[in-house]
T-cell receptor, first 116, second 116 residues
Framework: GAVVSQHPSRVICKSGTSVKIECRSLDFQATTMFWYRQFPKQSLMLMATSNEGSKATYEQGVEKDKFLINHASLTLSTLTVTSAHPEDSSFYIC????????????FGPGTRLTVT | AQTVTQSQPEMSVQEAETVTLSCTYD???????LFWYKQPPSRQMILVIR??????QNATENRFSVNFQKAAKSFSLKISDSQLGDTAMYFC?????????????FGRGTSLIVHP
């Protein structure tokens, strides 16, 4: 099946610094990738939809200048949390889908971000 | 806009027994896809089963099957012969088909615990 990797799996950073999370589709081309944030024991909160070669579409309430998303190729999307604060600490998950259908999501293993 | 409702925050079942997780949705789309995803304690999201709305036959994957009632907009997941490894969060998800939004909508999840 389709495999999506995510790196790093865990990261601790100091408040005010930036952190980059990579999401790669390893064995397929992903025209569209999604970035989610998940709080403990809650559902996935969609942050943005990332399309290769174009600007990401952010969900309402998500600061695009804080959460920079780049989808430079059909196999790589990155999320950069800029000027991180403790409230940005969370579990971030990426997923990719084959837009031609049936639109099932292939998820990365997630990244645990802790901002101190 | 689509909505997905999972009315059971938590469920438990004895090993080897059968359990059914409920999911209802609301949409004006006629062509769409429904999914159940599993998120075990490792937090890696895994696709459990998929149902195309145009198919009347309920999807099955080994011990997992769905009861898809299109008129009632219901999509329940039945897990037979429950195993300890089935302990996880289960998310019901919706995707519109071609011509609709391909952005997935997730339910809030049901936490399933399988007891030995």
């Amino acid at each position: 099946g389709a495999v999506v990797s995510q790196h790093p799996s865990r990261v601790i950073c100091k408040s005010g610094t930036s952190v980059k999370i990579e999401c790669r589709s390893l064995d397929f081309q992903a025209t569209t990738m999604f970035w989610y944030r998940q709080f403990p024991k809650q559902s996935l909160m969609l942050m943005a939809t990332s399309n290769e070669g174009s600007k990401a579409t952010y969900e309402q309430g998500v600061e695009k200048d804080k959460f920079l998303i780049n989808h430079a190729s059909l196999t790589l999307s990155t999320l950069t949390v800029t000027s991180a604060h403790p409230e940005d600490s969370s579990f971030y998950i990426c997923s990719a889908s084959l837009v031609l259908g049936p639109y099932e999501q292939y998820f990365g293993p997630g990244t645990r971000l802790t901002v101190t | 806009a689509q909505t997905v409702t999972q009315s059971q925050p938590e469920m438990s079942v004895q090993e080897a027994e059968t359990v059914t997780l409920s999911c209802t949705y609301d949409t004006s789309e006629n062509n769409y896809y429904l999914f159940w995803y599993k998120q075990p304690p490792s937090r890696q999201m895994i696709l459990v089963i998929r149902q195309e709305a145009y198919k009347q036959q309920n999807a099955t994957e080994n011990r997992f099957s769905v009861n898809f009632q299109k008129a009632a907009k219901s999509f329940s997941l039945k897990i037979s012969d429950s195993q300890l490894g089935d302990t996880a969060m289960y998310f019901c998800a919706f995707n519109a088909g071609s011509g609709g939004s391909y952005i997935p909508t997730f339910g809030r999840g049901t936490s399933l615990i399988v007891h030995p």
